[in-house]
């Protein structure tokens, strides 16, 4: 069985998915076959030239042209454009992979989400860290118990390319494009690996902030003075959450983290041990066991840790790029089987309803409870 694709999207996201189906069928050979059909953008030059780069059989300006007529669509586009593709994808009967945070509001995400329950095709919210050998290793210590009682769990996601106040402004600048700042760009990643490895998040509060009011737009303004524009999301965020079973738990997050390029790290702590993982150094856990007066460094490399059978010896690492191809597989595989898959689209608003809340908890100076 072939499996026609579809992408709205060619720069980061598109050539991460496009690398991430190239390599399946050389590393995943039970994989679906996977034909790269369309993909999907505004201008006809740029896309014309990425499609030939990415291995796309041909490009089109309308994502309504090819919703129905593949048989996996991939949004990869900027937030505010999430919801209305996915959900005529989704009513034309199609599985929809969408990029995180699921929407840029509560509002549109809960529309995707209904969308989905009523095609009853497989959707995936595109949460790659997941698909981390280390830390689907760490979620399998947690659910055999090896940390005993859960009673922490620490996250943040630390980035710098906003330190600058000079760096130029872009969409994910906007309140009206990207919904939030560091918070859903950032922080989703976080909220979605505190549900995957411990429990849903009960209530929250949440402190928002932005450094920089406006920044310059690239190429624009006149007579010496550079053109601005207003800068409408948050620069970093932190809350203070409680977790199901009475987990405490910390999130952060910001773009003005200086010497930090993408720093994701996470602490769990239980009643019986400890782990720490960092995206900086993804094939590594640090486990502290019962016992154990220190961590010790797992290189989470053999043969029988998740999905590094299909790649390299022990020892021989992977990279960020890695993750991609094992959430293209596990996708992929789940509609070419016929299925269920997660993180879906009910996880992408579960997530979407937390990173409300923080914004709501910071408005309001108070905790407040998630829908």
């Known amino acids: 069985m072939t499996l026609k694709v579809g992408v709205l999207g060619y720069r980061f996201m598109g050539k991460a998915h496009a690398n991430a189906m190239a390599r399946l069928p050389m590393f995943f050979p039970e994989a679906p076959e996977v034909e790269r059909h369309v993909l999907v953008g505004r201008d006809e030059a740029a896309l014309a030239d990425a499609a030939d780069r990415l291995g796309f059989e041909r490009t089109a300006t309308d994502w309504a042209d090819v919703v129905d007529e593949v048989d996996a669509f991939y949004n990869l586009g900027p937030n505010h454009v999430h919801a209305e593709p996915s959900v005529a994808a989704l009513e034309a009967g199609t599985p929809v992979l969408c990029e995180k945070p699921l929407a840029n509001d509560l509002e549109s995400a ?3 989400a209904d969308a989905a329950a009523e095609a009853g095709v497989p959707t995936a919210t595109a949460f790659n860290y997941r698909f981390v050998p280390a830390v689907r290793y760490a979620k399998n210590l947690i659910e055999d118990g ?19 106040p000079e760096a130029p402004w872009s969409w994910r600048n906007s309140e009206e494009l990207a919904g939030s700042g560091a918070l859903g ?10 549900r995957f490895l411990v429990g849903d998040v009960e209530r929250v509060s949440g402190h ?19 053109e601005t524009r207003p800068v409408t999301v948050d620069d970093a965020y932190s ?12 999130f952060e997050a910001s773009r003005f983290a200086n010497g930090h390029k993408n720093d994701h790290a996470i602490e769990v702590h239980g009643s019986e041990g400890s782990l ?56 992929l595989s789940a509609i070419a089987d016929g299925e269920e898959y997660h993180p879906d689209f009910e996880d992408g608003l579960a997530v979407q309803r937390v990173l409300s809340a923080i914004q709501e908890s910071d408005e309001r100076g108070e905790w407040v409870d998630v829908a």
Do not use: C
């Open 146 to 164: 090896e940390l005993g009682e859960i009673h922490h769990f620490r996250g943040r996601y630390l980035q710098d390319w906003l330190v600058d």
């Open 208 to 226: 928002l902030r932005t450094f920089v009011d406006e920044r310059p737009v690239e190429g624009g303004g006149g007579d010496g003075d550079p």
């Open 185 to 194: 760009d950032l922080g989703a990643h976080t909220v979605d690996l505190a």
């Open 239 to 250: 809350a203070q959450a409680e977790l199901e079973d009475g987990v405490m738990a910390t």
């Open 276 to 331: 720490k993982f960092s995206l900086e150094r993804l094939n590594e856990l640090e486990v502290l066991r019962g016992g154990d007066r220190g961590y010790e460094t797992v290189l989470v490399t053999d043969a029988e840790d998740p999905y590094v059978d299909h790649w390299w010896p022990p020892g021989h690492v992977i990279g960020w790029e890695h993750t991609f191809v094992h959430e293209n597989y596990e996708f």
């Open 110 to 112: 809960e529309r995707m």
